[in-house]
Each structure stands twice: as C-alpha cells, then as structure tokens.
C-alpha cells in the first residue's frame, strides 16, 4: 500500500497496488489490509479500471481511479488539440503584429494584421467622409435637373431646361452662338501714316477661329488728298503653317477693296497681318478688315 499525497484538497490517500498477503475485508468487500476503499476523505483508493497505460491521466470515478488517454481528457474538459493556424480552410487565425483597439483585421502573407480607418480606405480606395459629398448625396435626383452649390457643405438641384443643356454641351463660345444663332462680329481698323516696304501685324495670335467677310484699305485723307500709291497684301499664317494670301489691294486714295478673297478661314492662334510690298510713298493709309466668329 502506497500513500499519495493529493495537493487540492491537500490530504493522503492510500493507493492499493501490486498483491501479496491482505489483511481482513474492507468495507466494499475487496481486500485492504482493513482499510476503507472509495472516494470519500480519509478513504484508500484503488484502481478502477480495467487499462491502464503509461503517461495518461488518472480521473476519480465513482469507486476510484481510471486512466484517460490525452484524447480523452481533452473530450472531458470539452478542450481541443493543439491549433493549426494559417490562411487554409477550418485553421486558426494569428496576428503577423501587434493590433490596436478598431483596427479592421485584413489578411496578410501568412496570418492577418490590423489596419487602421485611413489604412482601409486607402487599400480599397475609398473616399474618406466629406461635406460636399454628404450634401450631394442627401440630393433627390430627377430627370432634367442640376446640380448647384448653394453655401459652404450645402446643395441643391435646379430645373434644367433643353436649351440650357443645348449650351452647356457646346465646346465654346463660338459653338455657343451658333446654338443661339447670334453672329459675333469684329473688325480691326487702323491708320499707317507712311507707308513702306514691311509687314504690319493686325493680330499676333488669333484667339478664335473667325471669318474675313471684308477687307479695305486707302490712302490720302478724308479730303480726297492723294496719298500715294501701292500694293499691300492681307496675309495670314497658321500656327505651324506657311503664309497665305487673303486679299491684295492696289491702294490709293480712290480705291480701296481687292477683286475677291481667299482663305477667309483664320484658325485660333494664326497670325493676321498685312505685307506692304510695292510703295510709292503712300501717307495716310486707312485700313479695316472686318471679320465674323
């Protein structure tokens, strides 16, 4: 008979192993030496089992001891074994680094990892909250209606008729009046007080396209004085493009418009200019050119 000391509640207990020669009968009617086998304090326990192995776990049963496997004490405190963790299917998951109270969990190479609010809305490429979003958002929508700022994180939607959606999609200010059906009419004019062999610029750079509908140019004052006469040419030169001949004027001061034009089409940044190239001391040289956009 062996005594073991069992640490909770701490008290011995006499364990009956190996045979040899009993004493009387204990209470249960196995052999004792004439002590009192079972499960109660100051009781000798015996075992009560039919197997029993190396390593396994001894559990009181209602007469003794019985051995349990590690499998089966992990069904009896309702554990599990050791965990597999990873990405795959029925796993356990970790974390690859320290996470912090509302982190979002993604999942990472191995495991997952904690990513903060402005971390998820990068990695998704959300848009974090905004005003004028939330303002545009609280919007009915309805056919044949804009959308307006009305103040600072605020909108609202206005009616918007046919013809104001017939501007709105016009590329410019041209496209624009062709849509009113308005004609923008222009003209330059000015006043060489002697003529020479040169060009005289009329515009550098063309800032819309436009139409030469007329060209006039004279010299000698309002009085009929003569002023000389002349050639001089209407040219105009597209940006990247070679000189081309709008009109050419024989001038003096009874004539002033050439026979006809050509090339009246003057794209935006085009250089408009006019090339004097005969001179008999020409004064007082008037001129207009007179365009539509």
């Known amino acids: ?6 640490t ?22 196995a052999d004792g030496a004439g002590a009192t086998l079972g499960i109660s304090n100051t009781n000798s326990v015996k075992i009560d089992s039919g197997s029993v192995a190396n390593d396994e776990y001894a559990r009181f049963t209602a007469n003794g001891l019985e051995s349990r496997s590690v499998s089966e004490v992990l069904s009896d405190i309702g554990g599990q074994a050791a965990l597999t963790f990873g990405k795959s299917s029925g796993n356990s998951i970790k974390s690859e680094a320290a996470l912090d ?35 545009i958002a609280g919007l009915t929508s309805a056919a044949d209606k804009g959308i307006q700022f009305t103040g600072s994180g605020s909108a609202a939607v206005y009616d918007l008729t046919a013809a104001g959606k017939a501007l709105l999609d016009d590329a410019d200010a041209a496209a624009q009046r062709t849509t009113l059906g308005v004609t923008n009419a222009g ?7 002697t003529g020479a062999v040169k060009e005289f610029t009329l515009d550098p750079a063309v800032v819309t396209a436009r139409t030469i509908t007329a060209v006039f140019i004279q010299s000698g004052n309002q009085s009929g004085s003569a002023g000389g006469t002349g050639t001089i040419i209407l040219k105009v030169k597209p940006s990247g493009g070679s000189n081309a001949t709008i009109g050419t004027v024989s001038v003096s001061n009874s004539s ?38």
């Open 1 to 6: 008979m062996t005594d073991i000391t069992v």
């Open 101 to 135: 109270t509302n982190d979002f969990l993604r999942v990472g190479t191995t495991h997952v990892v904690g990513r903060t609010n402005a971390e998820v809305l990068s990695d998704i490429g959300g848009q974090a909250a905004d005003a004028e979003l939330t303002a």
């Open 8 to 29: 909770s509640p701490a008290t011995t207990v006499q364990v009956i192993v190996g045979s040899g020669p009993q004493g009387p009968a204990g209470a249960d009617g």
């Open 256 to 293: 002033g418009a050439p026979g006809s034009l050509a090339n009246t089409s003057i794209a935006a940044n085009a250089r408009l200019f006019l090339d004097c190239t005969a001179n008999s001391s020409m004064t007082d040289v008037i001129f207009s050119v007179e365009y539509t956009e």
């Open 187 to 193: 003209s330059y004019t000015g006043h060489i007080e």
